[in-house]
């Protein structure tokens, strides 16, 4: 878990360079990278959209309780 100083900092760089921002979280060859790179190209603010997006909520699962978590077909 980022302190809070290191989250504002990815976040003001996801602002201005937003594949900038996600390849610092999640690394540059990434689906989260390739997808805000393509959404950047095709629009500015969709791409701060997802970075802000992919940033903010990327340790989600702590966030939730086992009950909560989404089923995936491996445990059935």
Do not use: N
């Amino acid at each position: 878990m980022p302190t809070k100083c290191e989250l504002c900092c990815e976040i003001l760089i996801a602002v201005f360079l937003p594949p900038l921002g996600v390849c610092l979280r999640h690394g540059c060859c990434t689906v989260e990278f390739i997808i805000c790179l393509l959404l950047t190209i095709l629009g500015y603010i969709p791409g701060i959209i997802y970075a802000l997006y992919s940033i903010v909520f990327v340790d989600r699962d702590q966030y939730f309780d086992e009950a909560r978590r989404p089923l995936y077909a491996s445990q059935y």
